[in-house]
């Protein structure tokens, strides 16, 4: 018998792009249809989305789609493959949420978010938690980590520019689901306090 005969209707083609795409979901988390990038491999998930869903849940995972924002997600059922996100790396995310659903009103819905370094770091500041900008090592880091999550990418190459672009991908909506703004203030207020999170790979806040 075989197991998925979806798949051995598959051209060799189909095969390895299914592979590919199977483990980018694994490993990125995120697949947004407005970045160039993704865009080719979000059409082959919805094309395939029965048989994706099948395969990731023998082992655990289920593929989750947010039809309205175009973005592709995975979940682990059992709650492993967790990361830690230092502080800083908390606030930055939380502040990318906040400016993007500031930013979002003011445009169509067929362009995507772009914010700056600045912003970030003026937003940083104004919250009053630390008296000092993001340092460079942290601001490296937080960068780096959410563009392998596919939550934001990088227009420019210097990251440590105030006029660096950052595009801030649908998927942010999903990495922190507050009901609200004043949600997401009160979440940042308890990083004073608390010093830290784990929050889940797929970044179910």
Same mark, same amino acid.
């Given at each position: 018998?075989?197991?998925?005969?979806?798949?051995?209707?598959?051209?060799?083609?189909?095969?390895?792009?299914?592979?590919?795409? #199977?483990?980018?979901?694994?490993?990125?988390? &995120?697949?947004?249809?407005?970045?160039?990038?993704?865009?080719?491999? &979000?059409?082959?998930?919805?094309?395939?989305?029965?048989?994706?869903?099948?395969?990731?849940?023998?082992?655990?995972?289920?593929?989750?789609?947010?039809?309205?924002?175009? #973005?592709?997600?995975?979940?682990?059922?059992?709650?492993?493959?967790?990361?830690?996100?230092?502080?800083?790396?908390?606030? @930055?995310?939380?502040?990318?949420?906040?400016? &993007?659903? =500031?930013?979002?009103?003011?445009?169509?819905?067929?362009?995507?978010?772009?914010?700056? @370094?600045?912003? #970030?770091? =003026?937003?940083?500041?104004?919250?009053?938690?630390?008296?000092?900008?993001?340092?460079?090592?942290?601001?490296?880091?937080?960068?780096?980590?959410?563009?392998?999550?596919?939550?934001?990418?990088?227009?420019?190459?210097?990251?440590?520019?105030?006029?660096?672009?950052?595009?801030?991908?649908?998927?942010?909506?999903?990495?922190?689901?507050?009901?609200?703004?004043?949600? #997401?203030?009160?979440? @940042?207020?308890?990083?004073?306090? =608390?010093?830290?999170?784990?929050?889940?790979?797929?970044?179910?806040?």
């Amino acid at each position: 018998m075989i197991m998925f005969e979806w798949y051995e209707n598959m051209s060799q083609e189909e095969k390895n792009t299914f592979t590919r795409v #199977v483990n980018k979901l694994l490993s990125a988390c &995120y697949i947004n249809k407005r970045s160039d990038e993704d865009r080719r491999d &979000y059409y082959f998930i919805e094309r395939n989305e029965r048989g994706i869903s099948e395969y990731l849940m023998m082992g655990g995972w289920e593929l989750m789609s947010d039809e309205n924002n175009y #973005v592709y997600y995975v979940r682990n059922r059992f709650g492993y493959n967790h990361v830690n996100l230092t502080l800083d790396e908390s606030i @930055i995310l939380l502040i990318l949420r906040l400016i &993007y659903e =500031e930013k979002r009103r003011e445009i169509s819905l067929a362009q995507n978010v772009v914010i700056t @370094i600045g912003e #970030v770091q =003026e937003r940083y500041m104004g919250l009053g938690l630390k008296d000092r900008p993001i340092n460079k090592a942290n601001l490296r880091d937080a960068v780096s980590i959410f563009k392998r999550f596919n939550i934001i990418d990088n227009l420019d190459q210097d990251i440590f520019d105030p006029e660096c672009r950052l595009i801030v991908y649908p998927s942010i909506l999903s990495a922190v689901r507050a009901e609200d703004i004043k949600a #997401v203030y009160d979440r @940042i207020s308890s990083y004073q306090r =608390e010093g830290g999170e784990t929050i889940e790979e797929a970044y179910q806040g």
